[in-house]
Each structure stands twice: as structure tokens, then as C-alpha cells.
T-cell receptor
């Protein structure tokens, strides 16, 4: 497809479990962002990649969260020992470049529910 | 202090009127500013970007930037019911990460 693809669209898990969320950006987009959005809030920055490297991971809440982008395309956000407070919609966005991007193209999000 | 601040609303505007949305930011060296629209249950989509002080017009939308006051606004003229959504202000910070405000919920009443 032409847009940003995120899987799964919905994930229900139990407290303490491990979760992986996948993002497939628009082909050719070098910058990739992960955000987390809770109900009634704006997207909260987590991490962004320029190519394969994490250019800024200052938004990751703690060491339970980790993200990779090994080949500079698909990215995976990994959450260990999930907690109920991790429940949110996780949004991925891509852009042609990281500086003065002009436009982020968002996927439809992965809704995570931790019971 | 939040990096990007917006009034959460809701802001209710009659159809055909002008809707005015405001945003302030804390990082003085920010260079790029964006307005995204988010319909309920959907992802954000870009509607305006602005990089220089002054006004930028695109159809019914006008973005205004005042870097000295660290203030960005969005005006929507001839508001339509389809403009009812949450409007997110976003700022490209000095670290090139894009930070969003919490959004202003806009409701256009027929």
C-alpha cells in the first residue's frame, strides 16, 4: 500500500506480558516517528529514527520500552512487562526527512489495551 | 511548563463564522510549526505548515506565526460542520523531534 501501515490494529494483553507493535513506513521515507496517544490528549513523542539509527529516544518513558529499525524501513516498538498505564493508541508516522519535515504521514495506529 | 500549549476547548462556533485556534510554545529556537486536524477515531493529518513570521493562507485556513511571542494561531473562515475535529498544534523543536500540543476540540454548530 501507499500509506503507513501499522500492525496489529488492536492488541489486548495481560499485565506483565511482552508486546511488539510494527510500523511499515511509506517507501523512501527516511524519518520514522513513534507517538503514544491517550484519550483526550495529543500525541506524545516517544522516539524518532533517521535511517537505521534512533536520532532521539528521549520520549521513551522507561527502559521497558525499546524500538528498532534495523534496515531503515520497518520499525518495531517493543514493550516489556506491560502495565495498565501503557494502554493507549500507538501511532507511527514517517516523513521524507527529519529536519523541517513539513509533513508527517501517520498510520492508523495500534490500540493497546493492558488488562 | 509544557513545550506546546493549547486550550483544550471545546470551542463552539456557528456555521459560517471564523474559528480561531491558538498555541504557544516554549522552545525559542523552534523553526517549523504545523497544524494537524484529527477526526474522532482517526489519525492526525497535516492542514497547514508555517516557517516565517506573519500569515500564511491556504483556502479557508490562515496560519499566523509570531516568533517573538512564541505564538502560533490558526484561523478557519466560513466554518463548516466538517471542520468539527480536534486541532493539534505541532512544533519542530531544536532537536528535530516534533512535539504536539494536547489539541483543541472544535465544534461547528449548524
Amino acid at each position: 500500500g501507499a500509506g503507513v501501515s501499522q500492525t496489529p490494529s488492536n492488541k489486548v494483553t495481560e499485565k506483565g506480558k511482552y508486546v511488539e507493535l510494527r510500523c511499515d513506513p511509506i517507501s523512501g521515507h527516511t524519518a520514522l516517528y513513534w507517538y503514544r496517544q491517550s484519550l483526550g490528549q495529543g500525541p506524545e513523542f516517544l522516539i524518532y529514527f533517521q535511517g537505521t539509527g534512533a536520532a532521539d529516544d528521549s520520549g521513551l518513558p522507561n527502559d521497558r520500552f525499546f524500538a528498532v529499525r534495523p534496515e531503515g524501513s520497518v520499525s518495531t516498538l517493543k514493550i516489556q512487562r506491560t502495565e495498565r498505564g501503557d494502554s493507549a493508541v500507538y501511532l507511527c508516522a514517517s516523513s521524507l526527512r527529519a529536519t523541517n519535515t513539513g509533513e508527517l504521514f501517520f498510520g492508523e495506529g495500534s490500540r493497546l489495551t493492558v488488562l | 511548563q509544557k513545550e506546546v500549549e493549547q486550550n483544550s476547548g471545546p470551542l463552539s462556533v456557528p456555521e459560517g463564522a471564523i474559528a480561531s485556534l491558538n498555541c504557544t510554545y516554549s522552545d525559542r529556537v523552534s523553526q517549523s510549526f504545523f497544524w494537524y486536524r484529527q477526526y474522532s477515531g482517526k489519525s492526525p493529518e497535516l492542514i497547514m505548515s508555517i516557517y516565517s513570521n506573519g500569515d500564511k493562507e491556504d483556502g479557508r485556513f490562515t496560519a499566523q506565526l509570531n516568533k517573538a511571542s512564541q505564538y502560533v494561531s490558526l484561523l478557519i473562515r466560513d466554518s463548516q460542520p466538517s471542520d468539527s475535529a480536534t486541532y493539534l498544534c505541532a512544533v519542530d523543536s531544536s532537536a528535530s523531534k516534533i512535539i504536539f500540543g494536547s489539541g483543541t476540540r472544535l465544534s461547528i454548530r449548524p
